[in-house]
């Protein structure tokens, strides 16, 4: 079901199958002649949690059993689009087939796409990307929600020595849209082992200090942990300003002075949006008010659109239907919205965009930043001891599951990079394509970071950090070490697991609450006991003979470390 939403201008709702809400990883492969090229072999013949291969042989069979006359009675679209600026030389094209017209609106939206993409493209290289929800003409069987889709039969294939993708089954964004996660994260991020550049899970800011001094940084958060609220958050401190680039994906690549250049590949935001309100994220709200697609939120009865953690009053006679099509009221057990409903919105229409945001060379890149959603032990923010120590704390990344796949429930999962379900080869290669950029000569690296918003008072369960514009005191922090210099030295110091600022080093002025900061740096012997015992447990399992010998020294070197914790 698609219709349009008349309080808003050229706003329109959809709401799928339930059965059609998320990506769907289990479903999604990775298609080399090795089993090794797509992921590492697991020690013991344990399942793989770093990716899905599937043979050749079995990928053709399947493509087979699905694409004949799937298509039939339904109209075939064509779409031409541009991941990245028109005329960067960063930027890579694509060409998607398609019986969507939701897929068609929302490419739109979240790709430069058309005819002068076309005009750009003439004889060059693409990426050809095959769509079909799989639900020929006439049906055989109702549908739900007027929603076509084919579940029982879904596959998102990816095909990157042929740089393809094959796509069935779901209309949902992360496996319909195929210029998001599908060519954007896996098959770029083999596009950019192959070229010596990364194709990265992670959001680009622009961070403008008082005295007029700015720097990017590019940040990596699993889905649902906080990407787009940082991306375009409004600074508690007085005089900082923070500007975004993007608020997902990073497209970054070393220039010819050695400085590593990040665009955003895509075209619009493509957000979740319960949680999101004008206390959370004011500059989404904005975005979102005309041109934008819903998908799965509530719909108010004067036309309009509610969800959850939306912190807005009905207005007297106003009634709210639920994604599932029931009336719903305030109190109710089900959600109004499902968990992963999203808005799908031209990046131009937010206020915050940074002015160099479609610049074809890109942002320099300062600062890399990994973090996760960590309820106990993580503290708000380290600094790596160096760029090997940064690729390790990327590869220990661990943050509680979302609902942007269909993970249930609040489990602990490793996700490294916060790019698990995106590698589009072997993770054990991929940390030594990272490692390898300290050895090219001349490059200026960034440094690296790990935060946590989310760590939590043991005793009663409150976030311990206020979170949202207040974050800003951290990336403040950020912004003075990357500087350099005795300043710099002096708002650090090394501990376990890295540099955390000296006592007094944060700019906590102005807080409506006091934070406890001892409690927020707290690192528990215990916890970072177990910490290191599971990272070496996974590593090991899961990366096992591919892992990089740096990578096993940077482990020995945290277990050392831990053991000399008081």
């Known amino acids: 079901m698609i219709r349009r939403l008349p309080k808003l201008t050229n706003c329109w709702l959809a709401r799928t199958d339930p059965k059609d809400v998320a990506r769907v990883e289990s479903k999604t492969v990775i298609v080399t002649t090795r089993q090794r090229d797509t992921v590492p072999v697991p020690l013991g013949g344990a399942k ?22 799937c298509m039939a009675g339904r109209k075939m679209y064509v779409i031409p689009y541009s991941m990245g600026p028109l005329g960067s030389p960063i930027s890579k094209f694509g060409v998607q087939l398609t019986d969507s017209p939701y897929v068609v609106a929302s490419m739109g939206v979240m790709t430069r796409m058309g005819s002068k993409v076309m005009e750009s493209l ?22 739900v929600n007027n929603w076509p889709c084919n579940p029982e039969m879904t596959l998102i294939a990816h095909v990157p020595d042929r740089r393809e993708i094959v796509s069935f089954g779901s209309g949902y964004g992360g496996n319909s849209l195929l210029g998001k996660k599908c060519f954007a994260l896996r098959i770029a991020s083999r596009i950019a082992k192959d070229e010596g550049w990364l194709a990265e899970h992670m959001l ?38 923070v500007e975004c680039v993007g608020d997902d994906i990073a497209w970054m690549k070393f220039d010819s002075q050695g400085r590593l250049r990040a665009i955003n590949p895509e075209n619009g935001f493509f957000g979740v949006a319960p ?93 890399i930043i990994f973090g996760g959603r960590r309820p106990e032990g993580v503290p708000l923010v380290y600094e790596s001891f160096n760029w090997r120590h940064g690729v390790f704390v990327g590869a220990a990344m661990r943050s509680e599951s979302t609902a942007a796949a269909e993970h249930k429930g609040k489990v602990i999962m490793h996700d490294p990079f916060a790019m698990r379900p995106f590698f589009g080869y072997n993770f054990g290669h991929y940390l030594s394509h990272w490692l390898s950029m300290e050895r090219r000569p001349g490059l200026q690296l960034p440094r690296v970071f790990h935060v946590n918003w989310f760590r939590k008072d043991p005793a009663g369960g409150r976030f311990l950090w206020p979170g949202f514009g207040e ?38 002025g102005g807080l409506s609450e006091p934070v406890d900061t001892q409690a927020l740096f707290h690192l528990p012997k215990a916890f970072w006991e177990k910490e290191a015992r599971e990272i070496r447990a996974y590593l090991t399992e899961q990366v096992n003979v591919d892992l990089p010998a740096e990578i096993e020294e940077e482990m020995k070197g945290l277990e050392e470390r831990v053991r000399g914790m008081e």
Request: charged share 25%; aromatic share 8%.
């Open 204 to 241: 680009i800011l622009g961070l403008t200090s008082p005295a007029g001094v700015k720097r990017y940084v590019a940040a990596a958060f699993p889905s649902a942990c906080g990407k787009t609220n940082l991306a375009m958050m409004r600074p508690s401190l007085p005089g900082w300003k």
């Open 471 to 508: 974050n800003a005191r951290v990336l403040d922090w950020i912004f003075r070490r990357c500087a350099g210099g005795e300043e710099s030295e002096r708002i650090a110091r090394p501990s376990a697991v890295g540099y955390l600022p000296r006592e007094g080093a944060l700019d906590l």
């Open 48 to 69: 793989s949690q770093l990716g899905n291969w599937m043979s050749e042989k079995d990928f053709e069979r399947a493509k087979q059993e699905r694409f004949p006359g």
């Open 275 to 367: 949680g999101t309100s004008m206390k959370t994220n004011p500059n989404a709200m904005l975005t979102v008010q005309s041109n934008t697609i819903f998908t799965n939120v509530g719909e108010t009865s004067d036309g309009g659109v509610f969800w959850e953690g939306l912190d807005e009053t009905l207005p007297p006679g106003v009634s709210v239907t639920s994604w599932l099509g029931k009336t719903w009221k305030p109190g109710d057990k089900e959600p109004c919205a499902h968990p992963n409903s999203r808005f799908c919105a031209p990046a131009a229409q937010c206020p915050s965009m940074d002015k160099d945001w479609e610049s074809p060379e890109g942002v320099p890149i300062d600062a």
């Open 122 to 143: 003439g004889d060059g290289e693409f990426v050809k990307c095959l769509h079909s929800l799989g639900r020929p003409l006439p049906l055989k069987a109702p549908l």
